[in-house]
């Protein structure tokens, strides 16, 4: 078992978002979690990173065997956790091939040239050159740039468990393609056996004509409601919305 979530119950500021969630994500698993706004699904992920906003009234977060409920979010990304925000912030003063640099922990370069050479790699892989490398993280990005930013970070990052919080919104048909090839690449489902795991927030679901889940899940009210394959949840809430609790 990769994560194990039970009985998950979380409060922001006094009130109750999470209400007992139940949750597990095997190797090579990749889970789809949809609802309503509100539903609790950005909550679930900031609490699975640990963000001192979200504090845990009841349940327990395991990942890799381990506890970390109580982690700090720098242990959790050091065990090999890893997320792209839907809004992340824009980062004045760093380059974003700067910050690549600072999250590829898992290679040892001979040299700095190596290093960036690596950098520029990854870039063209998302179709980010070397002159869009220099620019400030996220600054004056586009919505698909600011998407193609958070997966180029993974990718130098190499987490192990990735979450995705609505990687298809604000982008164009020809960004999606690109955005779900990566997604693939990093959950390793161009290989024929994978150990990584992921969990990916979407709306319309029109990403996983592309990205290949296993497991999807709705999340209504702070509760997982229902569990099933994605073809059939999608279908279903596309047909007759998501129900009632």
């Known amino acids: 078992m990769l994560l194990e979530i039970s009985d998950l119950e979380v409060e922001i500021e006094g009130k109750k978002i999470l209400k007992?969630?139940?949750?597990?994500?095997?190797?090579?698993?990749?889970?789809?979690?949809?609802?309503?706004?509100?539903a609790g699904k950005s909550t679930l992920f900031m609490t699975i990173l640990g963000f001192p906003k979200y504090k845990v009234t009841n349940g327990k977060i395991i990942y890799k065997g381990q506890d970390i409920t109580n982690m700090e979010t720098h242990e959790r990304i050091?065990?090999?956790?890893?997320?792209?925000?839907?809004?992340?912030?824009?980062?004045?003063?760093?380059?974003l091939k700067d910050l690549l640099k600072i999250v590829d922990q898992k290679h040892d370069y001979k040299s700095d040239e190596e290093l960036d050479e690596e950098v520029v790699s990854l870039g063209d892989k998302l179709k980010l050159n070397e002159s869009f490398l220099e620019r400030d993280v996220n600054y004056g990005f586009s919505g698909g740039e600011v998407k193609r930013s958070e997966l180029l970070q993974l990718l130098a990052q190499q987490p192990d468990f990735i979450m995705f919080d609505e990687p298809d919104s604000g982008v164009d048909i020809e960004n999606v393609e690109l955005i779900s090839k990566e997604i693939n690449s990093l959950l390793g489902h161009d290989q024929e056996e994978t150990k990584k795991g992921g969990l990916l927030i979407t709306h319309l679901g029109y990403i996983l004509n592309f990205v290949d889940a296993t497991h999807a899940h709705i999340l209504m009210n702070g509760k997982i409601t229902r569990t099933g394959s994605p073809k059939e949840i999608i279908e279903d809430v596309q047909k007759s919305g998501f129900g009632d609790e």
């Open 20 to 38: 007992g969630v139940n949750l597990s994500i095997e190797e090579g698993e990749t889970h789809v979690l949809i609802g309503p706004n509100g």
């Open 78 to 95: 050091k065990l090999g956790l890893g997320v792209t925000f839907q809004n992340p912030p824009s980062i004045r003063g760093v380059k």
